[in-house]
């Protein structure tokens, strides 16, 4: 059972930076198209970015500009810069097996493994 853990949520200002990473305990991501989510309070999760296991990203237009979805052998990061105060919410990341997979949307029922979420608070 694959089993993410995400982390580097924190609290920050509007316009800072942070980058979160989404890695896998037991298991290699290679063959794993990754989503990452986010679920403000009150409102419902919301798919803002994905990558497929070759690299090809996706973003949701409300983050498209400013966060930027990368991976190598160890994780899969989302490099958000010029952060909101509406960027405030609960991070997940999500992954679909999938080697041969070309494109992969920001629909939530596309994935099959969540982790338990890193919390990003945008603050003044």
């Known amino acids: 059972q694959l089993q993410l853990v995400e982390s580097g949520g924190d609290l920050v200002r509007p316009g800072g930076s942070l980058r979160l990473s989404c890695a896998a305990s037991?298991?290699?991501?290679?063959?794993?198209?990754i989503g990452w989510f986010r679920q403000a309070p009150g409102k419902e999760r919301e798919g803002i970015s994905s990558?497929?296991?070759?690299?090809h990203p996706n973003y949701a237009d409300s983050v498209k500009g400013r966060f930027t979805i990368a991976r190598d052998k160890n994780a899969v990061y989302l490099q958000m810069n010029s952060l909101k105060v509406e960027d405030t919410g609960v991070y997940y990341c999500?992954?679909?097996?999938?080697?041969?997979?070309?494109?992969?949307?920001?629909?939530?029922?596309?994935?099959?493994?969540w982790g338990q979420g890193t919390q990003v608070t945008v603050s003044s």
């Open positions: 999500a992954a679909r097996f999938g080697p041969s997979i070309v494109r992969i949307t920001l629909h939530s029922y596309e994935y099959d493994y």
């Open positions: 037991e298991f290699s991501l290679d063959d794993y198209a």
């Open positions: 990558i497929t296991s070759h690299g």
